[in-house]
């Protein structure tokens, strides 16, 4: 039976609605009292040293089942791929087919009933959560539909975030370069309620590209923007990715979206029916 879409699985960890509010607490203590956080380092090594003939993540067998008021509800059944570095892939699915759930369980945010997930070679559920948020910092940048901004901060303090908890003490300059890189470099002293939509979704993508992380993870990035905007938007997101050599996992209801993907995995009621590469030509990159 699909889960529904308007809601993950209740065991999915709050860091989705507020990636960077979580990592506070888990780098600090992942880096200080965690050894499992060494892991981490081995995958931004192998990360960087991977190629596209090997995996970069390995997906084995997730199966995610819960239990609500109407009973156990089957979320994934025996999901089983792999993605390799630089790779595009887009997840596509009906509404409830189980694809945000999924991308839950790629990033360590939800844990599997069963199966696992290797990311550069660390089984991520062999960790404890303060070394998978140590991982994800390290490792993964996220885009969400709803921008996930942190209203208090201006653009350049939201994305100079992630690097200060990394302990980068080059975050001003870097958040600087690439707020500028998107097309935003007058609008760094800016807080998001006075941004448009296109330009908030630009502030989340600087915000996801400025850690150079290997795996970019977006749900629905387009999903609260016009066509338009989209169009720029999603152009302006290939264009960050083939520059960083990124691996980017995608999901999306949009086919026009998905075709700009190496690869796409199609779910239906929490299965994975089909892998396809599509001959579609990316879009010209373009700001929105």
Avoid at 139 to 149: A, E
Wanted: hydrophobic residues 45%.
């Amino acid at each position: 039976m699909p889960y529904s879409a308007d809601r993950l699985s209740p065991t999915t960890n709050s860091v989705l609605l507020a990636p960077w509010a979580f990592t506070v607490k888990g780098l600090v203590r992942a880096t200080a009292q965690n050894p499992a956080l060494q892991c981490c380092k081995k995958a931004r090594r192998v990360a960087k040293k991977a190629v596209m003939s090997e995996p970069l993540i390995d997906v084995k067998r997730i199966s995610k089942q819960v239990v609500d008021s109407t009973g156990s509800l089957t979320i994934l059944h025996d999901i089983d791929f792999q993605l390799r570095a630089r790779e595009s892939v887009a997840i596509v699915g009906a509404s409830g087919s189980g694809k945000s759930t999924l991308l839950a369980i790629l990033a360590g945010l939800d844990v599997p009933s069963s199966g696992t997930v290797v990311v550069a070679g660390v089984d991520i559920f062999k960790l404890d959560e303060d070394a998978r948020a140590g991982l994800r910092a390290q490792q993964m940048g996220f885009v969400f539909q709803s921008f996930q901004l942190l209203g208090n901060l201006t653009a350049l303090e939201n994305v100079m975030l992630p690097l200060e908890l990394m302990g980068r003490s080059d975050a001003r300059a870097a958040a600087t370069a690439m707020l500028q890189r998107v097309g935003l470099g007058e609008r760094l002293r800016h807080y998001p309620k006075v941004l448009s939509g296109g330009e908030q979704q630009r502030v989340a993508l600087a915000r996801a590209f400025v850690v150079r992380p290997a795996v970019l993870l977006a749900d629905e990035p387009t999903g609260s923007l016009d066509f338009a905007t989209g169009e720029k938007v999603m152009a302006l997101m290939f264009e960050l990715n083939r520059e960083a050599g990124t691996t980017l996992v995608l999901v999306t209801h949009d086919r026009g979206i998905a075709a700009r993907c190496d690869r796409q995995l199609l779910i239906e009621a929490g299965r994975l029916v089909s892998t396809s590469a599509p001959s579609v030509a990316q879009a010209p990159s373009a700001t929105a």
